[in-house]
């Protein structure tokens, strides 16, 4: 008699895209445990040489979200506030304004540009597939796939929540990632 090892149950098996965005997601999560409950000056704070805060990194997230995702990723438009915004002029608005707006509008904007992503991103899966492309091209001509989008956005959380782990410790000594059950968005 041959004994094998007990399978999975197919519920417990993930797809590609489940297994991707469960990691953008706990990303998010742990993002989120690192700059959440602070008040403006918390959200102000600046480290070492650096004039970056939490806020500002808060609201550039949430504009990466509309960029990449939104707008890249499915081709939507940016929507509000980045629509309005003359970046040309302003390149560091996001992380200007950021450091000065009040903590209940920074993480707003950041939950719904978190929200309207996963909208998108669950249409964009279900339309095109992981292999599918993304709705801009380099200017060498290149398409993205969906995949390369989300490993990018992954990427974007993993290098920020780095900075965010060192600004949050700087101003009330936070550190680690927060336990799952700890934070919800």
């Given at each position: 008699?041959?004994?094998?090892a ?30 959440s ?48 915004v ?100």
């Open positions: 008699m041959s004994e094998t007990p399978q999975p149950s197919p519920s417990a098996v993930r797809t590609e895209a489940e297994s991707l965005l469960s990691v953008l997601e706990r990303n998010r999560r742990t993002f989120a445990w690192k700059t409950g602070l008040d403006e000056k918390g959200l102000r704070a600046t480290t070492a040489a650096s004039s970056m805060t939490l806020g500002g990194l808060v609201k550039h997230v949430a504009l990466v979200e509309a960029d990449w995702l939104a707008v890249k990723l499915a081709g939507q438009e940016y929507g509000a506030p980045w629509g309005a003359d970046f040309d002029a302003d390149p560091d608005w996001e992380w200007r304004t950021g450091k000065l707006d009040s903590p209940e509008n920074v993480y707003a904007l950041w939950r719904e540009a978190v929200e309207r992503s996963r909208k998108v991103v669950a249409e964009v899966i279900e339309e095109r597939g992981l292999d599918g492309p993304a709705s801009f091209s380099w200017p060498g001509g290149r398409t993205p796939t969906v995949r390369a989008m989300l490993l990018d956005m992954i990427e974007e959380y993993a290098r920020h929540t780095g900075h965010a782990d060192i600004l949050r410790e700087a101003v009330d000594g936070r550190v680690g990632e927060g336990a799952p059950e700890d934070f919800t968005f």
